[in-house]
């Protein structure tokens, strides 16, 4: 894993999984636009991470027997073809569905992953590991972002359109920069899919991270879905574009990522663990008084991207060590578990809101918080992966 290669994994990463966040800031211009409740709304990012979680259960395994080199490219011209989809949508029906596609299509960065984790250097791997995580991470940030001027300036549709050019692009790149793969055992694809519920049921370090995963995206995407109902309502009232800069605080969630990977190098994840979580707690509180407050709402952002994308870089670099020639595989548990949790949380954030509002919204975030404080206690007991030495079986 040269600089170079890293960049380039980071940046082709991050436009895949960016893919996923196009719709959040502009769910209210969307809905306008094509006739649908606030309510409804919600669900343009549910089934794109129902789409995604899929895609992840039913793709990325192949990348413990397939040529990465072929297939990360194809995903990503695929991801072209769904998102010229959902820029030609005529309906609101035909836009769910084309992004439930995109989702099942956008697997490139997390097959990309597991990749640099086989190429890099064992000793290095977290932080490898770490700044291709934070480039996904900054995909998703900067989505926002971008999608809301974009909007503001040439219409919703235009962001689609971009963004279909933007992963033909680095389809290309991929192709011509990506090492030619390994070559590895040939396993039939119902026994490789059936492998990932096996390594979930055999190793307590993976079922024990799962959870904790899950309930870290889960409590991301409540937030983030219910923010932009919050930043569009009064007393704010602001307007996509304006809705969609709130994402660029979040960047010191990507700087924490990267951090997160040197922790991991020097055998500290199970307690930076823990603090992750009692910031994403202090996050929600902060949230919760911030609700007329701009600069607590910014506050808020940055405590809450830190916790949750530092512990889940943290989770993923621990899963890695359990089994080398599974890492696809356990990537894929990894991922389709925190999706699930991530389509829950933006699927209650439409109905929270709608019933409590934005303090509803922060109850339920700060009780996700303890929960997963609860699940962290009472895991880390027992003999659990702790940092890059360790090696499991997991096969």
């Known amino acids: 894993m040269t600089p170079v290669l890293t960049f380039l994994f980071a940046l082709a990463g991050g436009a895949a999984v960016g893919n996923l966040y196009w719709a959040q800031p502009l769910l209210d211009v969307i809905a306008a636009d094509l006739g649908a409740s606030p309510a409804a709304a919600g669900w343009l990012v549910t089934l794109t991470q129902i789409g995604y979680a899929a895609g992840i259960l039913l793709v990325v395994p192949l990348g413990d027997v397939l040529d990465r080199r072929r297939l990360v490219p194809a995903m990503m011209g695929l991801s072209a073809l769904a998102l010229l989809a959902c820029a ?24 990309l992953t597991p990749l640099a984790g086989d190429l890099a250097d064992p000793a290095r791997r977290g932080r490898v590991v770490g700044t291709v995580a934070s480039g996904l991470l900054t995909g ?40 030619a793969d390994r070559a590895r055992d040939r396993v039939p694809y119902v026994r490789l899919i059936g492998s990932v519920f096996a390594l979930v049921r055999t190793e307590r370090t993976v079922r024990w991270t799962l959870v904790l995963g ?17 930043l569009s309502a009064p007393p704010f009232g602001y307007p996509v574009t304006v809705i969609g800069l ?3 605080a979040g960047l010191a969630g990507a700087l924490a990522a990267q951090r997160s990977g040197r922790l991991h190098d020097r055998g500290l994840s199970l307690p930076a663990t823990g603090v992750a979580w009692v910031l994403a707690l202090a996050a929600f509180a902060v949230a919760a008084a911030g609700a007329r407050s701009v600069l607590l709402i910014l506050l808020a952002i940055v405590l809450l991207d830190v916790a949750v994308q530092g512990q889940n870089l943290l989770n993923q670099s621990r899963l890695f060590t359990v089994s080398a020639g599974a890492r696809s595989r356990l990537n894929t548990a990894f991922v389709v578990g925190n999706f699930v949790g991530g389509a829950a949380g933006s699927a209650a954030a439409g109905l929270l809101w709608t019933a409590g509002g934005w303090p509803a919204v922060c109850t339920a ?7 997963a404080l609860g ?21």
């Open 88 to 111: 030609a949508a005529p309906g609101f029906a035909v836009l769910l569905t084309a992004l439930c596609a995109l989702g099942l299509c956008t697997v490139a960065g997390q097959l």
């Open 140 to 179: 998703i940030l900067v989505s926002r972002a971008v999608s809301g001027l974009v909007a503001g300036a040439a219409g919703w549709r235009t962001v689609y359109v971009a963004a279909a050019v933007l992963d033909a692009v680095l389809a290309v790149v991929l192709l011509w920069r990506v090492p």
């Open 214 to 230: 899950a309930c870290g995206f889960g409590a991301f995407t409540l937030f983030w879905t219910a923010l932009t109902f919050l």
């Open 246 to 248: 709130f994402g660029l």
């Open 365 to 371: 975030g700060a009780v996700v918080s303890v929960v």
């Open 375 to 395: 699940v962290w206690a009472l895991g880390r007991r027992g003999p659990l992966v702790a940092g890059p030495v360790a090696q499991g079986s997991g096969t």
